[in-house]
T-cell receptor, first 110, second 114 residues
Framework: DQQVKQNSPSLSVQEGRISILNCDYT??????FLWYKKYPAEGPTFLIS?????DKNEDGRFTVFLNKSAKHLSLHIVPSQPGDSAVYFC?????????FGTGTSLTVIP | DAGITQSPRHKVTETGTPVTLRCHQT?????MYWYRQDPGHGLRLIHY???????DKGEVSDGYSVSRSKTEDFLLTLESATSSQTSVYFC?????????????FGDGTRLSIL
């Protein structure tokens, strides 16, 4: 069973607007959550993370929100830029392994 | 960028043949991982290593073996390749398996088994 789920395979957003990517998880023992960005023919690159003891972490245009009671996290990108067009994976760690979602393909329309 | 090199980058082979993929790092990181990426499944862990000669299985380890004889090299072997192992394979490295230390990925190996 998939412990980390990204239910939206794709998302299109106008340049300058906010992009919101969502992720749900099932394991309450996860202690860290991460977002990775992947361009075609390249490996995923780390974007931002959040500890389970926090509910928000911000890094420039990227903010991750964690709702532990709902077992839900989201990545906000403001403002969205065409260079943000990529596949975004959320991941979770239980201190032993990392578990990845299926990815959301973001297209930012100029 | 983290120094991770995967080889080969592309490979086409036939069912039943052995295949070895190599991951080489120059970062001296303790942990190394092999993932496969398939549509609808995201990234799934095959095997990982927490030191020289120390390895453990991931969630999709059947049909795969690994070896790590040096800190810098982690090999993934398909003893007898099957068409279900057609995939994109990624190697990753990390200083820790804890979540606060993100993994750094190589650029992948696209493997096609006919």
């Amino acid at each position: 069973d998939q412990q980390v789920k990204q239910n939206s395979p794709s998302l299109s957003v106008q340049e300058g607007r906010i992009s919101i990517l969502n992720c749900d998880y099932t394991n309450s023992m996860f202690d860290y959550f991460l977002w990775y960005k992947k361009y075609p023919a390249e490996g995923p690159t780390f974007l931002i993370s959040i500890s389970s003891i926090k509910d928000k972490n911000e890094d420039g245009r990227f903010t991750v929100f964690l709702n532990k009671s709902a077992k839900h996290l989201s990545l906000h990108i403001v403002p969205s830029q065409p260079g943000d067009s990529a596949v975004y994976f959320c991941a979770a760690s239980d201190g032993n392994q990392f578990y990845f979602g299926t990815g959301t393909s973001l297209t930012v329309i100029p | 960028d983290a120094g991770i090199t995967q080889s080969p980058r592309h490979k086409v082979t036939e069912t039943g043949t052995p295949v070895t993929l190599r991951c080489h790092q120059t970062e001296n990181h303790r942990y190394m991982y092999w993932y496969r990426q398939d549509p609808g499944h995201g990234l799934r862990l095959i095997h990982y290593s927490y030191g020289v000669k120390d390895t453990d299985k991931g969630e999709v380890s059947d049909g795969y073996s690994v070896s790590r004889s040096k800190t810098e090299d982690f090999l993934l072997t398909l003893e007898s390749a099957t068409s279900s192992q057609t995939s994109v394979y990624f190697c990753a490295i990390s200083d820790s398996n804890r979540g606060y230390q993100p993994q750094h990925f190589g650029d992948g190996t696209r493997l096609s088994i006919l």
